[in-house]
């Protein structure tokens, strides 16, 4: 029983893993697309989320496994050329994950400390950040653990005091009107603006790992999806409000990769300003120390089911080979792509990923006990809200499109090319 989970675990699992970087990586894009609307494309992202927890649910209860999504989509689809594809696109998905929350670190770190004084300084704090986690991923498990369980409790306890300060100096201040409906963008744009920043959503899925661990799961684990998502919805919608109530819209602007901190000074001045900033660095170093723990596990359990090459389940210095692969692909990409791109393929990932299990919930609704309502919906949504980020993405942000796109081709040329190797070898 040492190794159960209660519902406190299970709850703060899906916390930790949306609350993670996403929201100090993601806010000031949102506001920058949707401007005074961010709570409602908030509450957008959060309720696509919260119908997609209900399929996740159904199947956590039906096929409690460590491999989680991998093994839903198997479920559904059989170890197949399609399955195989989606599972590839999971683990780039969380590579996305990874550059985005060391991208964020990269912004944060030089308002404590420049070291150069330049541009230089992100890629050296996004690099250097994303080695220190990889170097404790290979020297000890346990110490990821424990730094997520304290970053958990840190992160947490600082932006529901950020909340709770906020909406008390939001009276009286003069940037509330940005929050008017005139102010806000366009129906598709707020839209948009959600779903550009869905991957601050995300981490809710990590509970289905931990699913065959939670005890009395037929009561807990739909507890542990459905208050993790709700009480994740209601904190960015706040935060939405405090950060646009309490700064100009030139000011977010001219602090977008950094804002939560920005939005912390006229509360509480330049102390603030430090608090925040810490958090951030707190919260994004957290995240990628548990997201290459679980980058690496999702492409072993995918090797395991013989839908990548063997290779992926050999050992490197005693943790799956797929982790070293996965740091490098995030050094790559975190240097080389803006926030927004990346923002956006991640989102794109895990959009697709998501219409997926819904799927797989709405095609085994029977042996599930599923309601056929709640999966379709999730499905149509998830498609719809994918299609139209793509669409108008195209027009603004046209790096991240192609980025986007060229991954999922990526993942399923990758899996067609070892599907016709393996077939070609004589058994």
Not at 1 to 13: P, R, V, W
Not at 172 to 194: A, D, H
Not at 240 to 262: C, R
Not at 287 to 303: C, D, M, Q
Request: charged share 10%; net charge positive.
């Amino acid at each position: 029983m040492s190794k159960k989970i209660g519902l406190k675990e299970a709850i703060s699992i899906g916390i930790g893993g949306m609350v993670g970087g996403g929201i100090f990586a993601v806010l000031g894009l949102a506001v920058s697309l949707s401007k005074g609307g961010t709570p409602i494309a908030f509450l957008f992202a959060g309720a696509i989320a919260l119908i997609t927890s209900y399929s996740y649910v159904k199947l956590s209860l039906a096929f409690p496994d460590r491999g989680g999504t991998v093994k839903f989509i198997n479920q559904g689809f059989g170890k197949s050329l399609f399955s195989g594809g989606i599972n590839n696109l999971l683990w780039l998905s969380y590579i996305i994950m990874l550059s985005l929350y060391a991208s964020a670190f990269g912004s944060y770190a030089p308002n404590l400390f420049q070291i150069t004084g330049t541009a230089m300084d992100f890629h050296i704090y996004a690099t250097s950040i994303i080695i220190l986690a990889t170097g404790i991923n290979y020297y000890s498990i346990k110490v990821v653990g424990k730094i997520e369980s304290y970053a958990v409790i840190i992160k947490l306890i600082i932006l529901l005091s950020f909340v709770i300060i906020g909406v008390y100096g939001l009276s009286g201040n003069p940037n509330l009107s940005q929050l008017s409906i005139s102010s806000w963008e366009t129906p598709i744009s707020l839209l948009t603006g959600g779903m550009v920043i869905f991957v601050a959503y995300e981490g809710f899925e990590l509970i289905a790992n931990a699913a065959p661990d939670i005890i009395n799961p037929e009561k807990n684990i739909p507890k542990a999806y459905f208050y993790s998502v709700l009480f994740v919805i209601l904190l960015y919608v706040i935060i939405a409000i405090v950060t646009i109530g309490s700064l100009p819209f030139s000011a977010i602007a001219t602090a977008e990769d950094y804002v939560l901190a920005e939005a912390a000074k006229p509360m509480l001045g330049q102390t603030g300003f430090t608090i925040i900033t810490i958090a951030a660095l707190i919260s994004t170093f957290s995240a990628i120390n548990a997201s290459l723990y679980g980058g690496s596990r999702v492409s072993y359990e995918i090797a395991e089911d013989d839908e990548l090459p063997h290779h992926l389940t050999y050992q490197l210095w005693n943790q799956p080979i797929g982790l070293l692969i996965t740091a490098i692909a995030t050094l790559v990409l975190s240097n080389l792509l803006e926030l927004e791109s990346i923002s956006t393929a991640g989102s794109v990932g895990f959009l697709l990923i998501f219409a997926i299990v819904n799927l797989v919930a709405l095609k085994l609704y029977k042996p599930i006990k599923s309601n056929r309502i709640v999966p379709l919906m999730g499905f149509l949504l998830c498609s719809i809200s994918l299609i139209i980020l793509l669409k108008q993405q195209y027009t603004s942000n046209k790096t991240g499109v192609i980025v986007a796109v060229s991954i999922i081709v990526f993942c399923f040329t990758a899996e067609l090319i070892y599907k016709k190797q393996k077939s070609s070898k004589p058994s």
